[in-house]
């Protein structure tokens, strides 16, 4: 009786062991990639430098487990075009900035503004970002000491994507990596994968930035009407409201 009842319990092992290595199998695997055209960091590096430069696009990101379970529930859209960049949260602009006359204007609710210039700091922050969106663990290798592997070339919908992998060089790579999906005609990132084990499982966490290119509108981007609202400059102090 004991006996069976052991074959049993190892039969389930066997089982579960096996279910978890297809689990892990399956959410490793990237579908059919294209190795014939090998990119290095540098040039993918490249790549997310013109991605950054590009002047017309949209995108809204979320985020989700195996893109199924979401994570997040509020809406953030960014509109860039021709070096101006406006932020939209649930429906309300908070963020807009012109890069061409360094201005920035925050906005909170519906009574306060505040009109001000991009600072150093935030000029670094952007050195290795396409627009708010984050690539620093492919390019800074000073503060990153990453990993990297190019997995291959795929074609969605008629578009070419590269797709590259970075990981901890102190970390296994199955278990601890990110991957990056960049559209190869314009640099821009479309996707990024973040892959970690919680309680034992691996799972993978989806940041799909939703993005629309070549579809905003000077209409889209236009500057912010500050009437009705008390606007302040970086120093604090209230000035005068400014309109176009």
């Known amino acids: 009786m004991k006996i069976k009842v052991l074959k049993i319990i190892l039969s389930i092992l066997i089982i579960f062991l096996i279910l978890i290595t297809a689990y892990e199998i399956v959410i490793n695997f990237d579908g059919f ?16 430098e013109k991605g950054k430069r590009y002047p017309n696009y949209y995108y809204s990101s979320s985020e989700s487990i195996s893109g199924i379970i979401k994570l997040d529930n509020n809406r953030t859209e960014h509109y860039i075009k021709d070096g101006i960049r406006k932020v939209v949260n649930d429906g309300k602009t908070t963020e807009w900035e012109d890069t061409n006359k360094d201005e920035i204007i925050y906005i909170n609710g519906n009574k306060y503004a505040t009109i001000t210039k991009k600072l150093e700091s935030n000029n670094e922050q952007n050195e290795y970002s396409q627009n708010q969106f984050d690539y620093s663990i492919i390019a800074n290798r000073e503060q990153f000491d990453f990993n990297f592997k190019y997995l291959g070339e795929k074609q969605i919908e008629g578009r070419k994507y590269v797709l590259v992998k970075v990981w901890n060089k102190d970390s296994i790579e199955m278990f601890s990596s ?11 990132i479309t996707k990024r994968t973040d892959y970690t084990v919680f309680y034992g499982l691996l799972i993978d966490i989806v940041t799909d930035r939703n993005l629309k290119i070549d579809v905003v509108t000077n209409n889209d981007v236009e500057r912010p009407n500050l009437d009705g609202y008390i606007v302040y400059n970086d120093k604090g102090e209230v000035v005068e409201n400014e309109t176009t």
């Open 178 to 188: 990110t991957k990056f999906l960049i559209d190869k005609q314009t640099g821009l």
């Open 33 to 48: 990639l294209d190795k014939s055209n090998p990119m290095t960091r540098e040039e993918v590096i490249e790549l997310l």
